[in-house]
């Protein structure tokens, strides 16, 4: 992937497929640690499943053909001196609260960190492709805070889509503007 | 600053569009956004597909949609295009800058850009 918010949209599109109903996007830059969660309310993991993407010599022993969006993000993490965990809770034993966390750390002054890329990109997508599913993004860094919940869109939106184009133009906006609070 | 109020007028200029639209989306453009694709380049395909749909007024015929992994994961970025009555139309190794082509000849016009298409690549 050529930068952060490429593996984030990828990391993401799991989550929808895996029914959640809320997926949250949270990035938090700290000094020169950057954290990378997706948090989902999805059917979560099968331990079995878990430890095929969790441990990097689980796919050898097998046959089953295994993705690449989770080693990618793995491999991205720990190439600046970083890591990759995932916690899951299937919903067969888990009910109650089902659901999936990834996440990565950065070491951003690393000469292989990725660039971090075009955020505001990446959640207009997931919107655009998935506007029945919420989202919740939240970039913090030392100097700002970016959010955006989808819930509170579609409270004032009702049955109007969010992917109807002016909602996505409008949903750019919003973001920018809250990246570049001067201009306005 | 965009404001919730800003939302909101455009929630109220779409509720009176939405009964022109119904049932009048003949064209379909489906992006592959698996992780093949999504590494190939496919986010800037599909923002060019919405963006250009949109500015050629084609809003009520066509629609922009995302799928997983279409399987030919050798020539991501991939985009079908699906229209009833006819076959699907596979654009393979796409760019944002192919786009225009397709929405003006194909979306619009009605005739397909071979020279993207599946068939005119080496195999
Ligand atoms: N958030 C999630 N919730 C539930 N299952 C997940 C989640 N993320 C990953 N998985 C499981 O882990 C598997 C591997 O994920 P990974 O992203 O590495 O590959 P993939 O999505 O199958 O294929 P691709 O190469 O397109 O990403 C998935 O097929 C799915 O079974
Ligand atoms: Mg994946």
């Known amino acids: ?184 | 600053m965009k404001s919730l109020a800003e939302l909101q007028a455009i929630k109220e200029k779409m509720q009176g569009k939405v009964a022109l639209r119904e049932g009048s989306g003949d064209k379909r453009v489906v992006v592959g956004m698996a992780t093949c694709g999504i590494a190939a380049g496919a986010r800037p395909v599909l923002n060019a597909f919405v963006e250009q749909v949109n500015a050629a007024g084609l809003t009520a015929s066509v629609t922009v949609t995302q799928t997983g992994c279409i399987g030919i994961c050798q020539f991501e970025p991939v985009v079908e295009v699906f229209e009833a009555g006819k076959e699907k139309v596979t654009y393979v190794k796409m760019t944002a800058d192919k786009v225009a082509r397709i929405v003006e000849e194909h979306l619009k016009g009605g005739k397909p850009v071979a020279e993207y298409t599946i068939g005119y690549t080496e195999l």
């Open chain 1, 1 to 184: 992937m050529k930068d952060l918010s490429l593996n984030l949209l990828d990391i993401a599109e799991n989550s929808v497929k895996a029914g959640a109903t809320l997926t949250q996007l949270l990035l938090t830059q700290e000094g020169d640690i950057l954290t990378f969660q997706v948090v989902d309310d999805g059917c979560g993991m099968t331990e079995e499943i878990l430890r095929g993407v969790t441990d990097p010599f689980y796919t050898t022993r097998t046959t089953r053909k295994v993705g690449m969006g989770l080693p990618l993000l793995r491999m991205a993490a720990e190439q600046t001196g970083g890591t990759m965990e995932v916690e899951s809770r299937h919903r067969d034993a888990h009910p109650d609260n089902h659901g999936t966390v990834v996440t990565a750390v950065f070491h951003t002054d690393h000469i292989d960190c990725p660039p971090v890329g075009d955020l505001v990109a990446t959640v207009t997508t997931l919107i655009q492709g998935h506007p029945d599913a919420d989202f919740y993004f939240r970039h913090t860094t030392d100097t700002v805070q970016v959010e955006l919940d989808t819930r509170d869109l579609r409270a004032v939106l009702g049955d109007v889509s969010l992917a109807e184009y002016e909602v996505l133009q409008w949903i750019t906006g919003f973001l920018q503007d809250q990246y570049n609070p001067q201009e306005t």
